[in-house]
């Protein structure tokens, strides 16, 4: 029969060896608190220094350009019924159009956008329809120029949107375009304001055309140049797979003004309608 005295020794030893066997995990639980805890603080810095790093370091430049040659021919059949008759006329031209980009990222929000162009054209001798010469540089020119911030990222933090809420704003000089293109799609000044909810985009803009262009009307006066304001929206749907329902409107009013000795109007509104799929 034991004695106390090695009831006390094997207690002690139990104890012992029950102390052993917690001490590891002790030991792990602890060291995984403390790398925890250091990952936290890591964080914390991290983002102190965000707030302290100079805006530059948020900032993302792109450039890049491109070149199209293009050659044209016309084969001008003689017309026979003018006194004299006129003769056969074949045209040649040669054409290169040039152009170059910037662009500027802040922090995923803000973007910055221009685009320069230049077209050079040369004409066979004799085939330049106009008294300019037969070939020469048309002239560097804004081609797009614009600034676009993406409302959703901005306001994320702030007013905590959903994640199906998108949402972006750009203005300045920039290509537009309704449906496919055919009622309207060209470079124009104006703004944009994008928003998406879900499977429903929509989508307003308020243009006016660049005044260098010619107008699409060329045979009233003055038609190397145009003003023409454009007002309008398209709403789609996209919840469906390879289709994209949509519907737009848009307004185009006429601001030019012609001098002409002949009592005619060349005054054109137009309102577009389009549904498409």
């Known amino acids: 029969m034991p004695t106390k005295s090695t009831l006390l020794v094997a207690a002690v030893a139990i104890f012992l060896a029950m102390c ?3 001490a590891p995990a002790f030991a792990q639980t602890t060291t995984r608190t403390e790398l925890e805890e250091e990952a936290r603080k890591d964080i914390e810095r991290e983002a ?10 948020d900032v993302g430049f792109d450039y890049g350009g491109w070149t199209r040659i293009s050659y044209y021919y016309w084969e001008d059949e003689p017309v026979l019924l003018t ?16 152009r170059v980009w910037a662009s500027m990222d802040v922090s995923g929000v803000h973007n910055f956008y221009l685009r320069l162009k230049d077209i050079y054209r040369d004409y066979s001798s004799g085939d330049n329809p106009a008294d300019d ?62 928003t998406r909810f879900g499977d429903v985009r929509g989508r307003l803009f308020g ?10 009307d060329t045979s009233r006066p003055g038609w190397e140049h145009t003003s023409r304001t454009f007002w309008g929206g398209q709403v789609d749907y996209l919840g469906i797979q390879r289709h994209t329902p949509y519907f737009f409107y848009m307004r185009q009013s006429d601001h030019n003004t012609e001098r002409t000795e002949v009592l005619q109007d060349f005054g054109y509104d137009s309102y577009y309608l389009g549904l498409g799929i």
Not at 138 to 151: N, P, R, T
Not at 207 to 216: K, P, Q, R, T, V
């Open 20 to 22: 052993l066997c917690a």
């Open 48 to 57: 102190e220094l965000r707030e302290k790093m100079p805006w530059t370091q």
């Open 83 to 98: 006194i004299p008759p006129t003769k056969p006329n074949d045209r040649f031209l040669r054409e290169v159009d040039a």
């Open 133 to 194: 010469p037969e070939d020469r540089w048309e002239g560097l020119e804004i081609d797009q120029a614009y600034y676009s911030v993406d409302l959703g990222e901005l306001l994320r933090d702030t007013l905590k949107p959903s994640k199906a809420f998108e949402s972006n704003f750009s203005i300045g000089r920039q290509f537009m375009y309704l449906g496919t293109g055919l009622a309207f799609n060209r470079v124009v000044d104006g703004f944009s304001l994008m």
């Open 207 to 216: 243009a006016e055309s660049n005044h260098d262009d010619e107008d699409f």
